[in-house]
């Protein structure tokens, strides 16, 4: 192998692992290197193949005049046990509840380290479902929101609580906040780009739904449709929530009167499991 | 070279740009590829070689039996100035005028694609300070400020424009806007980690600087310090802002009299001319 192959190798590789889940172009790749394409497809074989290997992740090439290369990650499940392993640490701290019985948290959901593997689980888990946007109310869900959208390659559309004079005109919706009883809106600036998304609601913490449902009713009247739910905390009471399907990260139990107080839910083991599968911790490894 | 040199150029490579500014273990890597250090070195000597070339990024490595090593990426010239292109562009269009005479921009600012790279902008503009964390106000400049602090490797400390239940005690500003001349208000839960943090103040917009100004006093309380703000967008009038020092991605010129009315700030220009310098578009170019 020549210097050059092997600088074009860590290039690609970088560049790619850079760039994930976008269509970057052979001809513009081959141009910048100042190679043929036929060299640029064995380099990228190459990258794939090794790729494969490590489960760094997925190389797909398209050949032919419009051919391009699209790197999809695969989710990093020694990150993502460690970063929970470190919010059920953090979360069963006793300075962690308020007098009135909240979890403090904002200091950790807004720590990029602390939250971006979780918006990689719950992109990984929504993955298939063909999402064109990630929508949340503000504002504590607003990273893990950011998080999971730039893993799937789009954009956030936020719900605000209150309607702002620079978002123009605006749809409100009231309603009854399932746990606390009390009159919540949200609203939705008109300019919005939302007619016909398939979009999944993403927020910090459920605990009745009643903030997703409303959330849900909202975007229908934009003709947007909900097609999932991702939350990073739900609590285990009440049983029956007002959506039917939504996935947490972290199951609280309050009442601790049963069991620990913070649990990992089972659909996030079995995806770390995955991706686990088959890593022998890399290519030199047994 | 052998392929499993090659396998472990590009999973090096691959884990590296991931794990960006993050100190890794070179005793962890050798295990993780059943390689003994020395050669585990020239692995990462000649990754560094193909990333100085390419301008990738750069590749510390502190030898000894604490040893580690670090990846910095090099700013992305090339997306921070398609993404400026694509902002002048879209902030152009008449329809995002609202008739109040506000920019409607809500659905970029929470795009990741169209915010991540003026994220690493900023964090390249204040990478040299020691900055501790990123401090913004809810809402519209969390994204910038959530892609800022993750190249910086830092968290964002949130102030909130009211106190809520679940932040438990919290100190609170009310400030006269610099702009509207209206009363505002802005609170920081006592939990926050804020005493003696050295912080850049992140926002998407700024007119007269009275919200840079307010968070700043009230992270004095904190005994915080501001060392630094950005924004995405600052007004050209009023000339004086109540801030003395702060750099704007872009300039907007709300009268339209003279000049083009959005423009790229000099300072950017300049990063971005220094991000090219030396790199012929990747290892095979001239």
């Known amino acids: 192998m020549t210097n050059q192959r092997y600088q074009r190798l860590v290039w690609l590789t970088g560049h790619l692992t850079t760039h994930p889940d976008q269509q970057l172009s052979l001809t513009e790749l081959s141009r910048k290197f100042g190679v043929a394409k036929s060299t640029l497809s064995d380099d990228l074989l190459m990258v794939k193949t090794a790729m494969d290997e490590t489960r760094l992740g997925t190389v797909d090439t398209q050949v032919g005049s419009q051919g391009g290369v699209v790197f ?4 990093d499940g020694e990150a993502v046990e460690k970063t929970l392993e470190f919010w059920l640490h953090a979360l069963s701290e006793p300075d962690r509840r308020t007098p009135e019985g909240f979890l403090y948290m904002t200091d950790l959901l807004f720590d990029p380290k602390r939250i971006d593997p979780l918006g990689q689980l719950l992109a990984e888990n929504f993955r298939h479902m063909a999402v064109d946007g990630v929508a949340t109310v503000e504002t504590k869900g607003i990273p893990l929101a950011m998080a999971t959208a730039e893993r799937l390659g789009v954009g956030v559309m936020l719900l605000r609580r209150d309607s702002r004079l620079s ?9 009854l906040s ?3 009883h009390r009159i919540q809106s949200m609203s939705l600036s008109r300019r919005m780009p939302a007619r016909g998304a398939r979009l999944i609601f993403v927020d910090d913490f459920m605990k009745a739904g009643g903030t997703a449902r409303a959330a849900q009713d909202l975007l229908t009247e934009f003709d947007a449709r909900v097609i999932g739910v991702g939350v990073l905390i739900s609590t285990r009471e009440p049983e029956h929530k007002l959506i039917e399907d939504y996935v947490a990260c972290l199951q609280w139990n309050e009442s601790e009167k049963s069991g620990p107080p913070l649990q990992v839910s ?11 599968l088959g890593f022998g911790g890399g290519p030199g490894g047994t």
């Open 178 to 180: 399932g746990s606390s």
């Open 266 to 276: 089972g659909w996030v083991n079995e995806l770390v499991r995955r991706s686990h």
């Open 72 to 75: 999809s990650p695969q989710l």
């Open 167 to 175: 978002d123009g005109s605006a749809l409100s919706l009231n309603y």
